[in-house]
């Protein structure tokens, strides 16, 4: 199954176990830039309209707590399971695995993020899930315009 999308259009795919909602922007300032954004937790609610809170430290291995706009009344802990600089971050819990990548493009970055949620209890938790594809596209053009202030 293959997610496709255009620049700052989010698509989710949904199977019996699990979803997937992707979505993919370019970004006119370089990585370093975005990674920072990225990376720095309490800044998270500055430039992100889709967080409420990000609590501690974005490092591998390390639990973060954040709290979203889609459930204000419930504090997600994630953990760091990948952070390649400039590169590669990935949070997981047990049943969310949420990867954002960066590559270098012409004059910028463009920046990936696929969202799985599955396993065996998702049929049971799937109805609870709101849609994510607006907070997809609002937390990628926060993004963008946050990075691209810095640069301009």
């Not at 989010?10 to 970004?27: E, V």
């Not at 920072?36 to 967080?51: F, G």
């Not at 920046?111 to 994510?132: C, K, T």
Request: hydrophobic fraction near 40%; charged fraction near 20%; include cysteine.
């Amino acid at each position: 199954m293959s997610l496709t999308s255009s620049d700052g259009v989010a698509s989710t795919t949904r199977t019996m176990f699990s979803q997937s909602t992707r979505i993919a922007q370019q970004i006119d300032a370089d990585a370093a830039t975005v990674w920072r954004l990225l990376t720095t937790a309490a800044e998270y609610p500055r430039w992100n309209s889709t967080v409420v809170s990000l609590g501690g430290q974005i490092a591998l291995g390390s639990t973060i707590k954040l709290v979203s706009t889609l459930d204000q009344s419930r504090t997600f802990s994630l953990k760091v399971k990948e952070f390649e600089p400039n590169a590669r971050l990935t949070f997981a819990s047990a049943m969310l695995r949420r990867t954002c990548s960066l590559s270098g493009e012409a004059g910028g970055t463009r920046v990936e993020i696929v969202e799985r949620i599955g396993g065996p209890f998702y049929p049971f938790v799937a109805r609870m899930i709101p849609p994510l594809e607006d907070n997809f596209e609002r937390f990628t053009a926060d993004l963008k315009r946050a990075a691209e202030a810095v640069t301009h």
